[in-house]
């Protein structure tokens, strides 16, 4: 017969508590999780797009010894880096593992798209003397958070020579900004009648970007004259050229610590790059063959269904699995049926101040460890990958049995709202998936809220899981 337990001892034997990550983690830990995230503050501030994120990473994949993917080559070799790049928007990464692809092969994604404002196809216009550029929102976004605070522009504008001009404008020091007014207080009360999501409607998100006139005569529309001449002087851009280009509008926030013990970091597109930034290390830093092929994608457009051909809704990370499979003789189901996959993707972190958005026992908490979200979706659990027991258990095992402080989350009550990720397309390639990934304040928010450690342990996490 066992030994009587105390209430005190079966409480830590039986519970399932949640406690403060920063508890379980040494001082030598601790300083590992600050250095790790002083790489993704600046990767955070220099990539606030899907486009600056790709390219970053094809630049820091070849300087880490990938090679571009050739589909028609010879069969990697075991330890062998690869990648491919997605039309400038989505790459993936591979390290080559010891055993056949067919055994399968481990695979995170995230994305690296996030909610923002995009510029309509014709957006230059004036009006009352003031330019103005005409928008369409991106994204699951509050509009009434992107009025009234500084904006950046960045994008690429492609002419009709085959050429293309990039721009960041609005991040430096003295380089021009740009905003969304809003309607002072004192004038406001029509806007207060409104519903929370028309305070700001779509059509009102304009944003100012000049109000002196073009001098040297009496034409119309002097003032955009002046800003499309201004444009012209420094990009050798016209109007029509807008017609083929991709703007963006972001927060031009920097990337902050916040709080007095600097324990967590602000700012702009933390989901998903807060994700995407330890995926990518993870990969990189293998410096020996995996037992297993380990498979990291970068995918855009998940904000908004993970459409097009750099979502993952699409067929290109299938294709790159088959074109793998068939360098070592072998069908690209028979890869994909083998193999798992971590969705790497944010949750909500628990806020007292919104206690009502949440079922707190079942909430991933800041300074709680990466979060496994074994389904999202809406309402019945619908639009989502419901993953099973046996490899959330297989994935809990593997986190518990190499020191990753790991959390389980749902994103909110049942019937507040809900949202899914990529985990779903990856799902239906009969590939064994489940969300794990970082909890987030203020998610969706132009400024958002991350805990070091939890980056850190998303990191660990999917270190662990290419490596072991």
Excluded at 264 to 271: A, E, L, P
Excluded at 296 to 307: P, R
Excluded at 425 to 454: C, F, R
Aim: charge should be negative.
């Amino acid at each position: 017969m066992s030994e009587k337990k105390s209430a005190k001892e079966l409480k830590k034997l039986l519970f399932n508590d949640k406690k403060n990550g920063a508890d379980f983690m040494s001082e030598e830990e601790l300083n590992l999780c600050d250095t790790f995230c002083e790489g993704y503050k600046a990767f955070l501030w220099n990539n606030k797009t899907e486009r600056e994120v790709a390219a970053w990473a094809e630049e820091a994949a070849k300087a880490a010894g990938f090679e571009e993917f050739n589909e028609f080559g010879s069969p990697l070799a075991p330890g062998q880096k690869v990648y491919l790049a997605n039309r400038g928007k989505a790459v993936i990464l591979c390290v080559k593992g010891k055993r056949p692809v067919k055994d399968g092969v481990r695979i995170v994604a995230a994305h690296i798209d996030s909610p923002r404002v995009d510029l309509k196809q014709c957006p230059v216009y004036e009006d009352s003397s003031l330019a103005y550029f005409k928008t369409h929102y991106y994204g699951g976004l509050k509009k009434y958070q992107w009025g009234a605070i500084p904006l950046s522009l960045h994008g690429r504008i492609c002419k009709n020579d085959g050429s293309f001009v990039d721009i960041r404008l609005g991040e430096e020091p003295g380089e021009p900004r740009f905003c969304i007014t809003d309607i002072l207080p004192h004038l406001a009360l029509e806007q207060y009648t409104r519903k929370p999501n028309e305070l700001i409607k779509g059509e009102e998100m304009n944003v100012v970007i000049g109000s002196r006139p073009f001098k040297d005569d009496e034409e119309s529309e002097r003032i955009k004259l002046n800003i499309l001449n201004i444009l012209y002087e420094k990009y050798g851009v016209v109007e029509r050229d807008f017609l083929s280009a991709e703007l963006e509008l972001v927060p031009a926030f920097t990337v902050d610590d916040i709080g007095f013990d600097r324990s967590m970091i602000g700012g702009y597109g933390h989901d998903d790059r807060v994700c995407a930034y330890p995926a990518f290390e993870a990969a990189a830093e293998i410096d020996e063959a995996p037992e297993y092929t380990a498979v990291t994608v970068l995918t855009d457009k998940e904000e908004i269904g993970s459409v097009g051909n750099t979502g993952l809704n699409s067929s290109y990370f299938k294709y790159f699995i088959e074109d793998l499979a068939r360098l070592e003789g072998c069908e690209g189901r028979d890869v994909l049926r083998r193999s798992k996959c971590l969705s790497a993707d944010v949750n909500a972190a628990y806020d007292p101040t919104w206690s009502s958005a949440f079922e707190k026992n079942n909430s991933s908490f800041i300074n709680g460890g990466v979060c496994v979200t074994k389904f999202t979706g809406s309402r019945g659990k619908s639009e989502t990958n419901d993953a099973s027991a046996e490899y959330v258990s297989w994935v809990k095992a593997l986190l518990e049995n190499n020191g990753v402080l790991w959390q389980s989350g749902e994103l909110g009550r049942v019937d507040a709202g809900g949202g899914g990720t990529v985990a779903m397309y990856i799902a239906n390639l009969d590939v064994d998936t489940v969300d794990v990934g970082v909890p987030v304040l203020s998610m969706h928010a132009p400024y958002e809220i991350v805990a070091k450690t939890d980056v850190y342990m998303a990191y660990k996490a999917f270190k662990t899981f290419f490596t072991k």
